[in-house]
């Protein structure tokens, strides 16, 4: 079971911050996919600039193999000052 995390934005667009997938996708590409059949706007939210992923609390870029215990956050674009 892949864990999602949603933070700021993304997890006010998509009306949950946290959930468990079973089974878990096995791609960063497909649980995107999923994510996106699943909610239109969530899915656009995603793939917006500057969305930043975290597995496993790991920043990635592209796509990554995921386990059935993979933590998949979703980062919104940060600003700071």
Not at 33 to 39: F, G, H, N, V, Y
Request: glycine share 8%; aromatic share 4%; hydrophobic share 45%.
């Amino acid at each position: 079971m892949a864990r999602v995390l949603l933070f700021g934005r993304l997890s006010d667009i998509a009306g949950w911050r946290e959930k468990t997938l079973d089974p878990s996708p096995t791609r960063l590409s497909d649980l995107r996919a999923q994510l996106a059949a699943e909610d239109a706007a969530l899915g656009e939210a995603l793939a917006a600039p500057g969305v930043q992923v975290a597995l496993d609390q790991v920043l990635v870029r592209g796509d990554a193999t995921l386990s059935t215990r993979s933590e998949v956050a979703f980062l919104p674009p940060m600003s700071g000052g």
